[in-house]
């Protein structure tokens, strides 16, 4: 599937490629209200990745029910909307606002965006807040929920356990890593805030170590996300133990990289005579703990 | 958009720091508009640049179509180093590029640094379909100007210098007032602080023409994707790479 605030809403991509080839999408972060986003720059290239400050820019629940609901619902492919509200409370009001709702699957909650400056991240980074969004997101919707961790914490297993208990149907591994580039010319932060999150095939080994972390501690499934940009990428995040994952940053710079991560991961599993992804998914972790 | 490898024909230097890359490709070439653009992968494998480099049609001829860019880092480094017959990864046309008006018109086309990339697309164009046009191109010197050969023969072509070691002395826009009378559509392209000047002076008399300028900004994926290149206008925050770069001069300055 796509990452969240990569695929924008699906229809450029669903203009030029065809849509129905992926396994599901994730659309943007969503907020309860409009939101304009932050200042120039946003973004800042990076060896093999880029730093990001977008903001969450989006045009709030009404007009993604109202207008883009709509135009999902003529998909066969899933649409995940990814939630992002700053207050947990909020979790809950928007995941009954789009129960229901033809066109949408399911739900993934955004306790990880570090580019806003309430909530986001600071939800993700404590196992009782996150809890609570997921239990107020659960309780609110027949959806299945998926919570997005966050990489910005040492030990992600604690919020993981919190959110599954909470009733997360999975866990997606990871969001934007923290970071910071330097104008060295002009003395100051490329991007205004300071921190940004960091994105591409440069947090690849990070990611990979969330999702080995997490799919020892966890039952359900996890979703593996964080510089894919090849079929082996996907294969080294099925052995690490995710059951799915995510193609971000890669799309900025190849906009066939979903596509191209499916066909290569179809081709490695008929090079290696694996008929079905469940063959390979913990295959590298230690034994008797996937 | 398509995703495509073209074929390096020829990369020529145009002035001081800046070439000509010529490419043939008919999925890029065909059906764009003056004012859209390409992105450019500017590494031969893998992916170091990781991002592609926008950069304007500067002339379209069939299946053929030019590029024209200043060297100012890494990848418009290695662009200048291509020679014929190298593949170069790069999709589109991408953009809203610049829909002439149907009516034969007295375009005033206004240009500063490489913003001239697009504008002689855009005047090879207008002089096909039989519009007039005037083209008045700023550079800080001499040795910075795309030589006036580039251009149409039937454009009129008015050269400034900051330092008038070519044409006119000064801005651009302290000399776009002696066509205004004449204009009855402007375009423009170049600096932001250029397109703030041109605001000033058109913005009492000339605001009948709706002059239409080709922004800038930096562009993770070109094609509506990341939300990076957002511009802040008067009708809200609009995607540079998708509702522009063409914008209402007026939207934006
Ligand atoms: C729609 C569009 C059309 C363009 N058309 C042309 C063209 O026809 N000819 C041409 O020469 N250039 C054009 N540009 C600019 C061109 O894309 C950049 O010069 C190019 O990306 C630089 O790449 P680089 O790897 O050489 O430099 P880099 O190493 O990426 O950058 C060099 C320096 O410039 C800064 N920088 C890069 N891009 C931008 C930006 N957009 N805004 C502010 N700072 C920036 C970097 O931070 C760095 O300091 C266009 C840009 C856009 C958005
Ligand atoms: C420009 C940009 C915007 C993003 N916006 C969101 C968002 O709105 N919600 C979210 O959960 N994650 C967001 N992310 C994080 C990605 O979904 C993904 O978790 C992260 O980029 C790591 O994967 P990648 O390396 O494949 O891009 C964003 C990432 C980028 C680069
Ligand atoms: S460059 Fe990515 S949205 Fe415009």
Not at chain 1, 99 to 106: K, R
Not at chain 2, 97 to 110: E, F, M, T
Not at chain 2, 197 to 206: E, I, K, P, T, Y
């Amino acid at each position: 599937m796509t990452a969240s605030g990569t695929f924008s809403w699906g229809f450029e991509f669903a203009e030029h490629f065809d849509i129905e080839a992926l396994g599901a999408i994730v659309t943007k972060g969503v907020t309860p209200r409009p939101r304009a986003g932050n200042p120039q720059p946003r973004t800042a290239e990076t060896p093999l990745g880029m730093l990001n400050s977008i903001g969450l820019q989006n045009v709030g629940i009404e007009r993604v029910i109202e207008e883009f609901a709509p135009r999902w619902a003529a998909w066969r492919v899933p649409v995940i909307v990814n939630l992002a509200p700053d207050r947990v409370e909020d979790f809950g009001t928007m995941a009954r606002m789009l129960d229901g709702v033809p066109g949408i699957a399911a739900l993934e909650l955004n306790i990880s965006c570090p580019n806003v400056d309430t909530g986001g991240m600071e939800i993700g980074q404590d196992p009782e807040a996150a809890a609570a969004a997921t239990r107020a997101a659960v309780r609110n919707t027949d959806l299945p929920v998926i919570v997005k961790l966050t990489p910005n914490v040492t030990d992600p297993v604690p919020v993981a356990k919190a959110c599954e208990e909470a009733g997360a149907a999975a866990i997606c591994a990871i969001n934007t890593v923290l970071g910071v580039a330097i104008d060295i010319e002009r003395r100051r932060p490329v991007i205004p805030r300071g921190r940004a999150g960091l994105s591409g095939p440069a947090i690849k080994p990070i990611a990979l170590r969330f999702v080995w972390d997490v799919a020892q501690a966890v039952r359900i499934p996890v979703i593996g996300c964080g510089g894919i940009r090849t079929g082996e990428d996907a294969v080294e995040f099925l052995m690490a133990g995710a059951s799915a994952v995510q193609v971000g940053t890669a799309t900025f710079a190849n906009p066939r990289a979903p596509l191209d991560v499916l066909e290569g991961l179809k081709r490695w599993m008929e090079s290696h005579g694996v008929q079905d992804v469940r063959e390979i998914i913990g295959a590298a972790l230690p034994k008797g703990e996937a | 958009m398509n995703v495509a490898e073209a074929v390096v024909l020829s990369t020529e230097p145009a002035y001081e720091n800046a070439f000509v890359t010529w490419f043939a490709s008919e999925a890029l070439a065909r059906r764009r508009e003056p004012g859209q653009f390409v992105m450019v992968h500017c590494s031969s494998e893998g992916c170091d640049p990781f991002f592609a480099r926008p950069f304007s049609y500067h002339r379209v001829d069939g299946d053929r179509f030019a590029l024209l860019y200043t060297v100012v880092g890494r990848g418009t480094a290695w662009l200048a180093r291509r020679q014929p017959g190298d593949r170069v990864r790069m999709y589109g046309p991408l953009g809203r590029g610049i829909r002439l008006p149907r009516d034969r018109a007295n375009i005033l086309l206004v240009g500063g640094g490489v913003g001239i990339a697009p504008l002689v697309d855009l005047a090879e164009t207008a002089v096909s379909r039989g519009h007039q046009v005037v083209a008045m191109m700023g550079a800080r010197t001499s040795a910075a100007l795309l030589p006036p050969g580039a251009w149409p023969k039937e454009v009129e072509y008015v050269t400034v210098t900051e330092d008038g070691s070519a044409g006119l002395r000064g801005l651009v826009t302290e000399h776009v007032g002696a066509y205004l009378d004449w204009a009855t559509k402007l375009y423009a392209c170049g600096p932001a602080p250029m397109f703030a000047a041109l605001a000033d002076v058109l913005r009492g008399n000339s605001r009948r023409m709706r002059p239409e300028i080709l922004m800038e900004e930096r562009m993770p994926c070109g094609w509506g994707m990341c939300y990076g290149c957002a511009i802040f206008t008067r009708r809200g925050v609009k995607l540079c790479c998708k509702d522009g770069p063409r914008f209402p001069l007026f939207d934006v300055f």
